[in-house]
């Protein structure tokens, strides 16, 4: 199903070291609206899906989000790089690093673990769309929200591009929904279907 490049989709090169960057970063690997969680929403829904097309998007896009996990990894990983104990203490990233060292954990920035409850498949077509419209507008927001707080452009330049992804996605997502509308029949549950409310 998958072709493995060994290079990450935008390259990530990190000059400086900054454990306070990395700790709000690391909410798009394991935070509510990250990456891992959309990955996982978009994989598991395609197989409710109705439509071979819509299949296809999901199956697309979240390939493409196992990518960009690999990108936020990478920058977590750079940002946490050789730190010195003063370092550490001095950032406030010491409770991270006595639970994980330096490795990449799923942790939003607030400090709670990745769970699954963080992402829905209900096998519904349009209930799983509006999920996914949802879900990228949230992550945009959050690359929107880091933007805001760092200025070093070794970050903000692959930030950028993460964010207009999530823009390109939510406007497969709108195609994939219009798609879907189109096709309503008794077999789809829309509270507006006349087949189904017959």
Not at 15 to 20: A, L, V, W
Not at 121 to 139: F, M, R, W, Y
Not at 170 to 193: H, I, M, P, V
Request: hydrophobic fraction near 35%; include cysteine.
């Amino acid at each position: 199903m998958w072709k493995y490049e060994k290079k990450l989709q935008y390259p990530v090169n990190i000059k400086t070291p900054n454990p306070k960057y990395a700790q709000i970063i690391i909410t798009q690997y394991g935070g509510p609206d990250g990456e891992a969680s959309a990955a996982l929403r978009y994989l598991t829904q395609r197989y409710g899906q109705p439509y071979d097309e819509v299949k296809a998007i999901l199956t697309d896009i979240g390939t493409e989000e196992l990518a960009h996990m690999e990108m936020i990894c990478a920058m977590v990983h750079q940002l946490t790089r050789k730190l010195t104990p003063e370092e550490i203490n001095a950032s406030g990233f010491a409770p991270y690093f006595v639970d994980h060292t330096n490795a990449v954990y799923q942790i939003a920035a607030s400090g709670a673990p990745w769970t699954a409850t963080y992402y829905q498949s209900k096998g519904d077509v349009i209930t799983d769309l509006h999920e996914n419209l949802a879900a990228e507008q949230k992550a945009r927001t959050t690359y929107d929200n880091l933007l805001r707080l760092i200025d070093d452009p070794d970050i903000t330049e692959p930030l950028k591009f993460l964010r207009e992804r999530e823009i390109v996605h939510y406007q497969r997502f709108g195609e994939a929904l219009r798609l879907s509308t189109d096709r309503l029949d008794c077999k789809n549950f829309y509270a507006f279907n006349p087949g189904f409310d017959k």
